[in-house]
C-alpha cells in the first residue's frame, strides 16, 4: 500500500469532478490522445495481443482509448489516488478480464513484469526531474525489445518568456472553451504539484538511459506527446 501524499490527496479530493472538464482544460484533447494511438499503431498491428501499462492511469481515461482501439490488448493501470481508480473501475467494468488495477506511487513501483509498450498520460509531471530520469530507466528495464515508451504530458518552455506564454496562452484558451470557475480553481490547485520540465531535456534523459528512435509526435506548447523504443 503506497503511503498518503499530497499529490494523491489533492487527486482524491476533485476525483468526482476530474473527468467533466477535462476537453475545455486540454485544449488539444483530441490530437494529443490521438497521437499516442498513432504511436501504438506504429508498434504492431492491432490484431496482436500486447502488454501495455499505464502509469499514472488517473480515471481510466486514456486506458480506454487503448481498449476501444486495439481490442486484444490487456492494460495494467498504475496510480496513486484510490478514488480515481475507483473511477477507473467503474470505466472500464466490461473490460474486466483485459484490466488489471494497481495502487501504487510511480517512484516505488514494483514492475512484476515486461511489456510491450508503456504509456502515460498527464502523470509523471508531478515528480523531481531525478525521479523523472530514474523512471525512464526502470521504464527501460521494463520494455520488452522493440518495446515502445510513449508520454503524453504537460511540458514546460525552454525558458522563463517562453514558459509565461505558455502559461498565458493556455488560461486563455480553456476559459475560451467556458471552463467553470470551480473546475479551473481545482486543475489549478492541482498545478501547484506540477514539476515540468523542457521537452528537449525529457527527449534528451530517454536517450541517456538507452532509448533510440527518440521523437516528438505532437507539440501544442503546454501539451506533447514524445516516444522511444528500446532496441
Not at 75 to 80: I, P, R
Not at 94 to 99: D, G, K, L, M, W
Not at 124 to 135: A, F
Not at 178 to 200: F, H, K, Q, T
Request: negative net charge.
Amino acid at each position: 500500500m503506497p503511503r498518503t501524499t499530497p499529490l494523491a490527496n489533492a487527486f482524491d479530493d476533485t476525483a468526482g469532478g476530474y473527468d467533466a472538464s477535462r476537453r475545455q482544460l486540454i485544449p488539444c484533447f483530441d490530437p494529443f490522445y490521438a497521437s499516442v494511438l498513432a504511436l501504438l499503431d506504429d508498434l504492431v498491428p492491432a490484431t496482436c495481443q500486447l502488454r501495455i501499462i499505464e502509469l499514472g492511469a488517473g480515471t481510466g481515461l486514456m486506458s480506454k482509448m487503448i481498449l476501444d482501439h486495439l481490442p486484444l490488448a490487456h492494460v495494467t493501470l498504475v496510480d496513486t489516488a484510490p478514488s480515481m481508480l475507483d473511477i477507473a473501475r467503474r470505466r472500464l467494468a466490461r473490460y474486466s478480464y483485459r484490466v488489471t488495477f494497481v495502487h501504487a506511487d510511480l517512484n516505488h513501483y514494483e514492475w512484476a513484469r515486461t511489456y510491450d509498450a508503456v504509456v502515460s498520460a498527464l502523470a509523471i509531471h508531478h515528480l523531481n526531474h531525478s525521479d523523472k530520469r530514474t523512471l525512464f530507466a526502470r521504464v527501460y528495464t521494463a520494455l520488452h525489445h522493440g518495446g515502445r515508451f510513449i508520454n503524453a504530458d504537460q511540458v514546460s518552455g525552454p525558458d522563463e518568456h517562453t514558459e509565461r506564454a505558455y502559461r498565458e496562452n493556455w488560461l486563455r484558451q480553456v476559459r475560451e472553451n467556458g471552463v467553470s470557475e470551480e473546475a479551473l480553481n481545482a486543475a489549478l490547485g492541482r498545478m501547484a504539484y506540477d514539476i515540468p520540465a523542457p521537452l528537449a531535456d525529457q527527449m534528451g534523459w530517454l536517450s541517456a538511459v538507452g532509448f533510440a528512435e527518440v521523437a516528438c509526435r505532437f507539440d501544442g506548447e503546454m501539451f506533447a506527446v514524445y516516444a522511444g523504443v528500446k532496441r
